[in-house]
């Protein structure tokens, strides 16, 4: 064997490694990206499923808050409604005695106290 057919042999040895080493680099990355992109997959619709379920819970304590909002202004509405209609029987019966030209009745009088006590006790 001559000096060039050893020469041949180790070029092409070399020239095959090196083929091989580029198929197989291509190959990697070619693998190492498809699971990348699954892992990625699988972390995304994990993130998704805990984003919804917090959506979820934000969305029923929002929900829950605003129910006990609503009833909060409902019962302060309606102490309001109940005060108005006392001061307003005060004030009618208040009317009666002042306007009057003769003297109050007992059943007035009773009338405008009971309205007062009502009010201001």
Known sequence: MSFKDILTAVAAFITSV???GAII???SGWLGKVLADRL???ERQKHSTQLEQLRSDLKKQQ???LEQLRL???SEIDVLIRR???YQRMATSMRVLLSSTTPASEDEKKEFLKAYDV???
């Open 72 to 74: 909060l202004h409902t």
């Open 63 to 65: 929900d829950s808050e």
């Open 119 to 121: 009010c201001y006790l």
């Open 25 to 27: 680099l291509g190959v």
């Open 18 to 20: 090196a083929g091989a």
């Open 84 to 86: 108005r209609e006392v």
């Open 40 to 42: 990625m997959e699988a």
